[in-house]
């Protein structure tokens, strides 16, 4: 059966963009009423209404704030305008060529602590965009287009992810666990058979030895049937699986894996809101994982009571080691997600 992934339509993306000589870079942040701007050494702070008219910019010049502040309003405080509002925002952008750039808010605190910007504050924050920018360049950042609401396969999504977050939770407590379907189903039938149609792939020579072993140790666990040491292995599946015990379809159609990735999982930048099964896969499992890789727990001592060596400190090679470990976690992550809907499609589970 053909995999459908579900993702946005594709959309024209212009080429890479670097910053010119000459053109200027408004680091933007929202706090305490007020929009704080960030540009060329200069501070100032102005009210919705005067961003809102981009009163402080020129043609040429770039905007770049988080995603998270130019969104519809709505019940976060962090939302500061109506769709409408927006919509006039972006016109008016273009009338006097402006562009507007978006910033991925959940990267900001890694990246305060990178540029060592200090304590977190919005005019701090303001200057960390700024600062961004000038490090890494615009190629990548997300385009200020407005929408009223979502696709509906986007909405569909987050109605899925509240209820992977109910049994998921549930499947943290042993005995909750008995009592729920999809926890049954995964434990009694489908692990057991997921992990044979993975070992025949390896010896069919589709997937290495090494990426078997990884997706065995990391996703499949064999042996002990407590939730609490298959947390990741329930997280993937409960992206597949409703609480009750059947497959999630759109449209008759089981979500494909880069949909599940990117929708179900949160596996991208922009993950506000990721839910119980990005928690359990990136908080609870990679992170000591890469700790216990990279070899980064260290005592504490009177000068530096840090246990980890945090990600922003790590020297080029270690970031390269990183890297390169991130990939071969998300490769057996994907696969066993591969084996799972071909599970779950071969034997018409529903």
Request: glycine share 4%; aromatic share 12%.
């Amino acid at each position: 059966m053909e995999q459908i992934s579900f993702l946005p339509e594709p959309e024209y993306t212009p080429d890479p963009e670097p910053i010119h000589i000459g053109q200027r870079i408004w680091g933007c942040d929202y706090g305490s009423g007020y929009f704080h701007l960030h540009c060329d050494g200069n501070y100032r702070k102005v009210m919705p209404e005067e961003f809102a008219a981009l009163s402080f910019a020129t043609a040429g010049d770039v905007v770049v704030i988080e995603n998270a502040h130019m969104q519809p309003k709505a019940r976060s405080l962090a939302q500061v305008f109506t769709y409408d509002e927006l919509v006039a925002i972006k016109l008016e952008a273009e009338r006097r060529d402006i562009a507007i750039r978006l910033w991925f808010h959940s990267q900001t605190p890694k990246w305060r602590a990178i540029l060592k910007m200090g304590d977190k504050s919005d005019e701090i924050d303001a200057k960390t965009i700024y600062s961004i920018i000038q490090h890494r360049g615009l190629d990548g950042l997300q385009y200020f287009n407005p929408r009223s609401g979502y696709p509906p396969r986007i909405q569909w999504a987050h109605d899925q992810i509240k209820d992977m977050n109910l049994w998921l939770n549930n499947a943290r407590m042993d005995y909750a666990a008995k009592n729920c379907a999809a926890f049954h189903l995964y434990f009694d039938k489908a692990r057991p058979a997921i992990q044979t149609m993975l070992l025949r792939n390896q010896t069919d020579k589709k997937i290495s030895l090494d990426l078997y072993k990884d997706c065995t140790e990391w996703w499949i666990v064999p042996g002990h049937w407590l939730p609490s040491e298959h947390k990741n292995g329930l997280s993937l599946w409960a992206a597949f699986v409703a609480s009750d015990g059947t497959t999630r379809k759109y449209n008759g159609m089981v979500p494909g894996v880069k949909f599940v990735m990117q929708e179900l999982l949160r596996q991208r930048p922009n993950h506000f809101m990721g839910g119980v099964a990005r928690s359990n896969i990136m908080h609870h499992s990679f992170k000591n994982e890469v700790i216990a890789h990279m070899k980064t727990r260290k005592k504490k001592t009177k000068e530096d009571d840090k246990t980890i060596l945090p990600l922003h400190e790590y020297t080029p090679q270690q970031h390269e080691k990183f890297i390169t470990f991130r990939h071969r976690y998300r490769k057996a992550m994907t696969t066993t997600l591969h084996a799972m809907r071909q599970y779950l499609i071969e034997r018409d589970v529903v």
